[in-house]
């Protein structure tokens, strides 16, 4: 890789962050070879895989033309995030496309997919729909689920809103230096880094979506979407991450045409910050976000935020009728307390059965503790 990127005439940086897809990443990398587009180059970075990964990428360095292919060992694991955010701070192209290292490529996807951007005005990324591609039970995406209509920067919005991710992030082609604007992937993210940045993304230039479905996309036991408790936990504590900051920073014109008719009151074009600080805590508890419990978690946050805000609390109560007594009970319902709602029964009775069993259990593992103690001290001269 000699040139540098003022000089460089690469018009697009594949990357591809791979970790332990031994057994799928050759046919992602040669989907990558079959491309009938060619003006790019190819960046591999390994997590530090611990199957046959690194001695398939080994063996590729002959098979693309000098300069185009450059893969990375990393000694450290760097996560999935960090990985990918290596890669992006490697890249030269004017545009850069995400291919994950178990899916694959229809052979003309970068080259019709760049013709489609190249003609969309102000589009800053596109997106193509997808094929779902899984293991029998691990089918746990609807084969229509990446495949959805083009629409406007305000509609893509609201959809995120309401329905999820619905981007196909190894379809992705983007602009460069939009990651420079809006700020990489962030690293806390483990279930909803893409989701997240499709947020910022969108608040900050229009997308488009090439309606024709040019990425294989697989599903296995071991990906990050896979239904488990633990990934269920976090997922929704990155949603309320997310929420808690999805209209800050939008402009009201934008916030006005994707949400206008999920609000009772209109939103003006113009609307003040306060205005609009409202107007999104109500959004916050209005049951039309994709994860409810989440919204009304981040609903919280911004009551906290803003406790001192009184032109804030006066549009709530004006516009809304919520009251600061209305507050106060949502935070009883909703707040990070009621995770330990268990703790407290409703009815007196229960609660001290509870506290009863809970004693119990103690007594009897203490007890268990000191028996322990004494044979220990029998067998082994201990007193």
């Not at 602009?175 to 989701?195: C, E, M, T, W």
């Not at 997308?207 to 024709?212: A, F, G, K, N, S």
């Not at 409703?346 to 268990?368: G, H, M, P, S």
């Amino acid at each position: 890789m000699e040139c540098v990127s003022e000089t460089c005439s690469v018009m697009i940086s594949i990357i591809l962050p791979s970790y332990n897809h031994g057994d799928f990443i050759e046919e992602a990398i040669e989907s990558v070879l079959q491309q009938t587009y060619q003006n790019y180059e190819f960046l591999v970075s390994d997590d530090g895989s611990s199957d046959q990964t690194v001695e398939i990428l080994a063996k590729y360095v002959s098979r693309f033309p000098v300069g185009t292919y450059q893969y990375t060992i990393q000694k450290k694991r760097l996560g999935p995030v960090g990985n990918i955010n290596f890669l992006i701070h490697q890249a030269r192209g004017r545009y850069v496309a995400v291919l994950n290292s178990d899916d694959y490529w229809h052979r003309d996807k970068l080259r019709l997919q760049l013709e489609h951007l190249e003609k969309q005005k102000n589009a800053v990324a596109c997106f193509t729909w997808a094929s779902v591609v899984s293991e029998k039970m691990y089918n746990m995406i609807s084969t229509t689920a990446f495949n959805v209509k083009n629409a406007s920067q305000a509609e893509f919005l609201k959809k995120l809103w309401a329905d999820g991710n619905f981007f196909c992030h190894p379809s992705l082609l983007i602009l460069r230096d939009v990651y420079h604007k809006i700020g990489y992937y962030n690293s806390a993210f483990r279930q909803l880094p893409d989701y997240e940045l499709w947020v910022r993304l969108l608040k900050y230039a229009p997308v488009t979506i090439l309606e024709q479905p040019l990425v294989y996309y697989r599903r296995t036991a071991n990906n990050t979407s896979t239904i488990s408790r633990e990934n269920r936990i976090r997922e929704i504590t990155e949603y309320a991450e997310i929420y808690s900051s999805f209209f800050k920073g939008m402009p009201a014109d934008l916030f006005h045409d994707a949400f206008q008719k999920k609000i009772r009151k209109d939103v003006v074009r113009d609307a003040t910050p306060d205005v609009l600080l409202a107007k999104s805590f109500y959004l916050l508890l209005s049951e039309s976000a994709y994860c409810e419990i989440a919204a009304k978690e981040a609903a919280i946050r911004l009551l906290f935020q803003e406790s001192y805000n009184l032109e804030f609390e006066k549009i709530l109560q004006d516009e809304y009728n919520i009251s600061i007594f209305d507050q106060y009970q949502l935070t009883a319902q909703y707040g990070t307390g009621a995770l330990f709602a268990e703790y407290f029964p409703a009815n007196k009775k229960a609660f001290w059965a509870k506290c009863k069993i809970r004693f119990a259990d103690t007594l009897c593992l203490k007890l268990l503790r000191m028996l322990r103690i004494q044979v220990s001290g029998l067998f082994f001269g201990r007193r």
